[in-house]
T-cell receptor, first 112, second 115 residues
């Protein structure tokens, strides 16, 4: 799987929007962009995924650059429960396996 | 719908012993993957099973093995435990492998401590 680059850590104030960036300059045309997060003492959980167009769901929004070399996960109003490590992962839609290759992710701290 | 369950949640073993961890996927999910998480290496893929067949394997020694049963439940085994095997072992299930758009659902993990 192609590699992604994320900042090690970010901080946000509670109830403010958070923009978590991810660079993936070697992304291929069949790679989906997935985001997972891992809350303290829990397993990772799926957040959102997209291919080319921006995506919204109840948890977050995903903004994908036109050239697809970067993307941004947007949490519209950060809560204390959003404090977690966020992972940006590329998944080849044609792959015969569901292996997820996790990087180090971005540790998000939410300040009350 | 019940989530992914893993047993036991915590385990303490000594070097040289072997251990078996269990994972029950979400009902209807046929693909099960295992991951190891350590502070130094982060989350690393161990192996993936679908329809009782190992479809993919990560870069781990042969001491790490697994299997999947006809009801999709999976077990992983680590033989001749080493101190470095201390980790959180996570199981994840999905409807089927290979679909790049499907999400994986993770269990809470089994915390293994090797003394």
């Amino acid at each position: 799987d192609a590699k992604t680059t994320q900042p090690n850590s970010m901080e946000s104030n509670e109830e403010e929007p958070v923009h978590l960036p991810c660079n993936h300059s070697t992304i291929s045309g069949t790679d989906y962009i997935h985001w997972y997060r891992q809350l303290p003492s829990q397993g990772p959980e799926y957040v959102i995924h997209g291919l080319t167009s921006n995506v919204n769901n109840r948890m977050a929004s995903l903004a994908i650059a036109e050239d697809r070399k970067s993307s941004t996960l947007i949490l519209h109003r950060a809560t204390l429960r959003d404090a977690a490590v966020y992972y940006c992962i590329l998944r080849d839609s044609g792959a015969g396996s569901y292996q997820l290759t996790f990087g180090k992710g971005t540790k998000l701290s939410v300040i009350p | 719908k019940a989530g992914v369950t893993q047993t036991p949640r915590y385990l303490i073993k000594t070097r040289g012993q072997q251990v078996t961890l269990s994972c029950s996927p979400i009902s209807g999910h046929r693909s099960v993957s295992w991951y190891q998480q350590t502070p130094g290496q982060g989350l690393q893929f161990l192996f993936e099973y679908f329809s009782e067949t190992q479809r993919n394997k990560g870069n781990f020694p042969g001491r790490f093995s697994g299997r999947q049963f006809s009801n999709s439940r999976s077990e992983m085994n680590v033989s001749t435990l080493e101190l470095g095997d201390s980790a959180l072992y996570l199981c994840a299930s999905s409807l089927a492998p290979g679909a790049g758009i499907n999400e994986q659902f993770f269990g809470p993990g089994t915390r293994l401590t090797v003394l």
